[in-house]
Nanobody, 121 residues
Framework: QVQLVESGGGLVQTGGSLRLSCAAS????????MGWYRQVPGKQRELVAV???????SYSNSAKGRFTISRDNARNTVYLQMNSLKPEDTAVYYC???????????????WGQGTQVTVSS
């Protein structure tokens, strides 16, 4: 079992910055992709950014140029630096990690509990 704990959400004004962190713990063997998703009430959860174990990154169009995802494999931690925040970035942000155990072929996705990000206009 793998647990993900997010931190760093909060209230910020338009144009401000926040840095989200997500630490994985538990019986960790290998974590492939780690990513950040967000969700607003009444809408589907959407991908914000993802990073592979080797450091390859991918961003949603809304995140490109403003957000940066990074990870520390030694600490099993992923970060999301969010700059130039806009009111439309307001959402609950969830961390995800694709974990493969020593005896499995496929990965299992684990989710954090979510952290609220609110951007005021």
């Amino acid at each position: 079992q793998v647990q993900l704990v997010e931190s760093g959400g909060g209230l910020v004004q338009t144009g401000g910055s926040l840095r989200l962190s997500c630490a994985a713990s538990g019986r960790i063997f290998w974590i492939n992709d780690m990513g950040w998703y967000r969700q607003v009430p009444g809408k589907q959860r959407e991908l914000v950014a993802v990073i592979s174990s080797g450091g390859s990154t991918s961003y949603s169009n809304s995140a490109k140029g403003r957000f940066t995802i990074s990870r520390d494999n030694a600490r099993n931690t992923v970060y999301l630096q969010m700059n130039s925040l806009k009111p439309e970035d307001t959402a609950v942000y969830y961390c995800a990690a694709d974990h493969r155990s020593a005896v499995a072929i496929n990965s299992v996705r684990y989710w954090g509990q979510g952290t609220q990000v609110t951007v005021s206009s």
